[in-house]
């Protein structure tokens, strides 16, 4: 078992850090993000990344957001608010939005979950969609199709 030894608080260092990134990539900076994973980070995304769902390690993930991205047309948006930090794990809620290339909309409500190592680093990233039906339905019409199998 898990014991919180330092409570999440709005000024703590991992809390900082965290909507520092989030504030990044609102502007479309996406370098605080990629600083702060491990080199072997795995991503598991939920259904709303369409065939984009787990990339193992940073290239792996760079790559993965670069195709998820274009295959929206370049369009996709996140703005994020971190609304847990301690020293072993952050919660983010992040709005999704994009466009598919026939005009669809993307809109999806996200929980990232990342797992910090001790040096702050995050090794391993989840995301749980909220919008799980919308985003089924989205990628049914907007045929992903990725360079590789990202499963």
Request: with cysteine; glycine share 10%.
């Amino acid at each position: 078992m898990t014991e919180l030894t330092n409570p999440a608080t709005r000024n703590h260092s991992s809390f900082d850090r965290a909507q520092a990134a989030l504030d990044a990539a609102r502007l479309g900076d996406y370098g605080p993000t990629f600083e702060a994973l491990a080199d072997e980070v795995i991503l598991e995304n939920g259904p709303g990344a369409g065939p984009w769902r787990v990339a193992r390690g940073k290239a792996d993930m760079g790559l993965l957001l670069l195709e998820f991205s274009a295959a929206l047309g370049n369009t996709f948006r996140q703005e994020g608010h971190c609304v847990y930090a301690d020293d072993r794990v952050t919660i983010n809620l992040i709005h999704e939005t994009g466009q598919g290339p026939g005009g669809d909309q993307f809109d999806n409500l996200a929980v990232y979950v990342c797992r910090l190592r001790q040096d702050g680093q995050t090794d391993r990233l989840w995301t749980v969609d909220l919008d799980t039906e919308h985003c089924e339905e989205f990628w049914r019409r907007n045929q992903g199709k990725p360079s590789k199998d990202f499963r």
